[in-house]
């Protein structure tokens, strides 16, 4: 490995000893890993890798094999809710990567590739216009679907693979409703910010118009702040740690001053990264204030919604729902009970719990992109519980989840429809 002349990344240390030697290595963590329960190796479970951490630190060369076992791991925090010594396992990872990221020299198709995923295309609405609207006229015109049925994917082997969890476009997109303010249906109650991600806006546009809707029936008045962006969630997570505070004093701006009760997300991916804000700047002199103010208000929709009065004129839902949680809602922000409560408060729902909810379905983030055999074999699993369940609805609370279980579907189930959470109650609200 050749170190990075990028100096981006020279202050990129890697995990604190402090934060290793929190690890007891007990052992607990290992069943809710879901890289070790598909594997059953040591040295890619949590306890493992934070084994290899602590070489590392100690002075040992990050090699090819300690790179493989880190970008195995999906990152998930299962193994933080498992572990009964409060170990940080998210951030031990992220530090890893960032120190990974500044120590080796990738290819130069790599450093490409990477250059414009998370340092143009992730940032730039008008990226991301125009390959939505390449993605929109690849399925409209039919292409989408012919290139399917004549089995040309198969012969594209892993890129065919990947094709078939592109997600589809969704015009008009919801870049269109920037610097809009909504009024609430009925007495304003609150006035909330509305952050509607980068990739969402393409791709979960109609989950964010749903969003809106189901915010207004509860009397916010609903701001989509003009000048936000990307949360910097993927960009962390693949070792860009200053690439992510770059966006995050960007977003932060963007709500400062606006009066708001709430800051509000649907993606939990999204949500786990801005609750932490805080964290990320808290040596930035002039943002460490704003950031934390910014983190106190951060709310993920399903979270908020059950934490005030809901409105409950509701019409029936009538259908079996269960529910898969994302893993940075359930982990990462410790929220569990607020998605439940709300499909129980939609009448005519049945709700009924798969085995292991809160084991990774094998998205996260780019996770199925970069590891997607390892996801695959995954969401298989995934599946057999949610199919052991005969529910119609997959309910779910992040749209990278949505899209792994559509595909999980797809190679695997019997015609279910998913859903965000948020989605079930507007269709309750509509059915009013």
């Not at 790179?67 to 998210?90: F, K, M, N, T």
């Not at 029936?217 to 860009?240: I, R, T």
């Not at 409950?312 to 439940?340: E, K, W």
Request: hydrophobic share 40%; proline share 4%; glycine share 10%.
């Amino acid at each position: 490995m050749v170190e990075s002349e990028n100096t981006e990344h020279t202050q990129a240390l890697g995990p604190r000893q402090f934060d290793l030697d929190r690890c007891v290595h007990c052992g607990l963590c290992l069943n809710a890993c879901p890289t070790y329960r598909e594997l059953g190796l040591e040295m890619d479970s949590p306890r493992g890798r934070v084994y290899q951490m602590v070489q590392v630190a100690e002075g040992a060369p990050i090699t090819p094999s300690y790179i493989q076992h880190i970008d195995l791991c999906l990152a998930c925090r299962g193994c933080e809710s498992a572990c009964p010594s409060g170990v940080r396992y998210g951030k031990m990872v992220e530090d890893a990567r960032a120190q990974i990221e500044a120590h080796i020299r990738r290819s130069w198709s790599q450093r490409l590739l990477r250059r414009f995923v998370f340092g143009h295309l992730l940032e730039s609405r008008a990226s991301l216009t125009v390959v939505g609207t390449f993605l929109y006229l690849y399925e409209a015109s039919g292409m989408k679907a012919l290139v399917r049925a004549l089995g040309f994917l198969k012969l594209l082997g892993r890129l065919g693979d990947l094709e078939q969890l592109a997600p589809s476009a969704e015009p008009p997109f919801f870049f269109s409703q920037a610097g809009r303010t909504f009024q609430p249906q009925g007495p304003r109650r609150y006035r909330v910010a509305f952050l509607s991600g980068c990739i969402a806006n393409i791709a979960f546009a109609r989950l964010n118009e749903a969003t809106v809707r189901v915010l207004q029936k509860n009397g916010c008045e609903v701001v989509v702040p003009k000048d936000q962006g990307c949360c910097g969630a993927l960009h962390l997570h693949s070792g860009l740690p200053e690439e992510t505070r770059k966006l995050a004093r960007q977003n932060i701006d963007a709500v400062l001053n606006g009066g708001f009760d709430a800051v509000i997300t649907n993606a939990a991916g999204c949500g786990s990264t801005l609750k932490e804000y805080g964290e990320l700047l808290e040596d930035d002199a002039a943002y460490a204030a704003k950031a934390r103010h910014f983190a106190g208000r951060m709310r993920d929709v399903t979270e908020f919604l059950a934490g005030i009065e809901l409105n409950t004129r509701m019409g029936p839902v009538n259908a079996t729902v269960t529910y898969q949680d994302s893993c940075h809602l359930a982990h990462g922000q410790r929220i569990r009970t607020a998605p439940r409560k709300l499909l129980a408060a939609v009448p005519g729902l049945t709700f009924r719990e798969m085995p292991g909810a809160d084991i990774c379905c094998g998205s996260a983030g780019i996770y199925n992109v970069v590891q997607s055999e390892m996801s695959a074999q995954i969401l298989g699993h995934k599946m057999e519980s949610v199919n052991a369940t005969g529910a119609g609805i997959i309910a779910t609370a992040n749209p990278g989840c949505m899209l792994q279980l559509q595909a999980g579907v797809r190679a695997h189930g019997s015609g279910q429809r998913v859903m965000h959470v948020v989605e079930v109650l507007d269709l309750a609200y509509k059915n009013a």
